[in-house]
DNA sequence: TACTGGTGCGCG
DNA sequence: AAAGCGCGCACCAGTA
């Protein structure tokens, strides 16, 4: 039947200074074959994008699609072969033989850093592809070959096409973000640093309002030269004056009373705001009203993004008002109200959860329930089950879900044990823990000798606790991540689907293709930024809430647990 | 001078 | 030292 299938991918591989592009059709049959110079590959992407979307298909995402992205081309779908590849490779679902897990090379350098200095975007000429990933086309062909045999194969393709559909999409966000940019006003910015910590000093002076602060905590010390930012020597000065703190972290130093405490606070705050994301962040990383953090799909073990550079995942909530739409433009705040609370109930199938999940605040429902008192213990009860607690007042009240919530319990409890017997755990759709490490194993092992000593027994013990609470964790945050690809994904589409405002009027462009029309502009876990032209707020905003809902029933079907949105529109990030 | 490990703190 | 998960980054101290 192989000759009647539509085509359905393009496979995209490198041939000297060239490019092949292999169409395949449904059954992954070669159709046709076409062999292009690197300076007319983005014109015939576009063509073949407006003709009939196929799904591209390359080894790295940020090189092929940042190149045809600086040249105005967007696409719709990708298949991104290295991030699929780890998915694949370390799945639960995936058959223990297939060929895609004998792939060499793939694992030894999972990302490439783009260099920093560069300016604009990742190109296809100057990029060094990832070790060991396809890059001539017969080697990409494949390797997408294994990979399509690896989920037709597997215990659920449904799920593993599902996830490596909505991985491949958030490469294609992730460079898309990049391109975009966050809109950010310099001046405002600077306003809050001046107005935090005082003029802007050159030559490394410290800003008069740091200063001060310096000087009321040395006065209190009675030293006036002690340095407040060597950890040793500030803990020696602290002790001197009789603070006898084991640390000098705020959690710890908030709880003593003496008159230097206040000041050492207030001059950690400021410290940090200047050290993290002061003047020097300012130059370094705002051009032309954009701050355009690198973002790492995939990144982080449980699936989340992970960010290089700028500390994009942690820009500090008191900064949010330099997060400014373009005049004539708008910004679409979003962010889910609990969102892992929600994804456990679901994924557990816990109805009783479910049913206190229902409206707006998860918290309240559970005290509705009577399962705690009050909101505080709800979410203390709630993310200690989550994450493990065992002790204080979480650990205590964690046994009182287990009575209410069974099925959400002994989802995550199960998971920490099958993590502390070395055993592995997966997300929803199929993303699987690691092997513990062979140290790990050798350790568990000895410690159950009969020659073993107590001290290694604790170690070991312990070392299976810590792994339990990963595992635990993992499922969930996870599949929350699942989550948010999906819901990502889906606004991307539901976003690129609205007309296009007319460019008649003044008004600047923005977005990855020039035009002017609403984008995404960051994403957080569970928060996105939407930039868009005053005349589509509305509309991005109601693409924001649908998608919320697609990205439920796509990962969840019609099991009844929503995902309300906390979503505002409006000229600043700031947060009510 | 370049590195690694520890500490602390920002985010979810 | 957060009671318990996942990160990135700045800074210092010790070492190579």
Redesign the pocket.
């Known amino acids: 039947m192989g000759a009647a299938d539509p085509p359905a991918w393009i496979v995209l591989g490198r041939s000297g200074d060239g490019v092949v592009a292999v169409e395949l059709d449904q059954s992954g049959d070669e159709r046709d074959r076409h062999r292009l110079p690197a300076s007319g590959l983005a014109e015939w992407v576009a063509d073949e994008e407006s003709s009939w979307s196929p799904r591209w298909v390359w080894n790295d995402t940020p090189p092929w699609y940042g190149g045809l992205l600086a040249r105005g081309v967007r696409v719709g779908r990708c298949h991104d072969l290295r991030l699929s590849h780890a998915i694949l490779r370390g799945s639960a679902l995936v058959s223990p033989d297939a060929a895609v897990r004998s792939a060499v090379g793939w694992d030894a350098s999972p990302y490439v850093e783009p260099d920093p200095e560069a300016p604009g975007l990742f190109d296809l000429e100057d990029a060094k592809p990832p070790a060991g990933t396809p890059v001539d086309v017969d080697a990409a062909l494949a390797e997408f070959a294994s990979q399509r045999e690896a989920i037709a194969e597997s215990t659920d393709p449904g799920r593993l096409r599902l996830l490596t559909a909505a991985e491949s999409a958030g490469a294609l966000i992730a460079v898309e973000l990049r391109a975009a940019g966050l809109p950010w006003d310099a001046a405002e910015h600077d306003r809050i640093l001046t107005e935090t910590l005082g003029e802007r000093r050159t030559g490394g002076a410290q800003p008069a309002l740091l200063a001060a602060a310096a000087a009321r905590v040395r006065e209190a010390l009675g030293d006036p030269a002690v340095?407040l930012?060597?950890?040793?020597?500030l803990?020696r000065a602290l002790h001197r004056v009789g603070v006898l703190v084991?640390?000098?972290?705020?959690?710890?130093?908030a709880?003593q009373r003496h008159p230097v405490i206040q000041p050492l606070l207030e001059y950690?705050?400021l410290s940090?705001l200047?050290?993290?994301n002061g003047w020097a962040?300012l130059d370094e990383w705002v051009h032309d009203g954009r701050f355009r953090p690198v973002y790492?799909p995939g990144?982080?073990?449980?699936g989340?993004w992970?960010?290089?550079?700028?500390?994009?995942?942690?820009?500090?909530?008191?900064l949010r008002e330099a997060v400014r739409a373009d005049p004539g433009w708008s910004l679409v705040v979003a962010?889910v109200a609990q969102?892992e609370p929600r994804v456990l109930a679901a994924m557990s199938g816990d109805h009783a959860l479910a049913a206190a999940a229902r409206g707006r605040d998860l918290y309240a429902g559970i005290v509705d329930s009577g399962a705690v008192a009050t909101r505080q213990e709800a979410k203390?009860a709630l993310?200690?089950a989550?994450?493990?607690?065992?002790?204080?007042?979480?650990?205590r009240l964690v046994p009182r879900l287990r009575r209410t919530y069974p099925r959400a319990m002994s989802l995550v409890d199960d998971a920490a044990r099958i993590g502390e017997d070395g055993g592995l755990v997966s997300t929803w759709l199929g993303r699987t823990t690691a092997l513990p490490s062979a140290e790990w194993s050798v350790m568990q092992s000895q410690a159950t000798q009969v020659e073993a000593s107590g001290a290694d027994e604790t170690r070991a013990r312990r070392s299976a606790r810590?792994r339990g609470?990963?595992t635990?964790?993992?499922i969930v945050?996870g599949t929350a991540a699942e989550w948010a690809l999906a819901w990502l994904a889906d606004l991307r589409a539901r976003l690129a689907a609205l007309p296009a405002v007319p460019l008649a009027d003044a008004a600047p462009r923005s977005g990855p293709v020039f035009a002017r029309q609403a984008h995404l502009a960051f994403f957080?876990?569970?928060?996105v930024i939407v930039h868009a032209p005053q005349e589509q707020a509305e509309a991005a905003a109601q693409a924001v809430t649908d998608a919320a809902a697609t990205a439920g029933r796509i990962l969840f079907g019609e099991f009844p647990i929503d995902f309300p949105l906390d979503v505002r529109v409006a000229d600043t990030a700031l947060k009510a």
């Open positions: 340095s930012d060597s950890q040793p020597k803990l084991d640390s000098t972290s705020r959690w710890e130093l709880e950690k705050k940090r200047l050290s993290a962040w790492v990144g982080v073990v449980t989340r992970a960010s290089s550079g700028g500390g994009a995942l942690q820009l500090p909530r008191q962010d969102l203390i993310l200690g989550m994450y493990g607690a065992t002790t204080g007042e979480s650990g810590d609470r990963f635990r964790n993992f945050q957080l876990h569970d928060e």
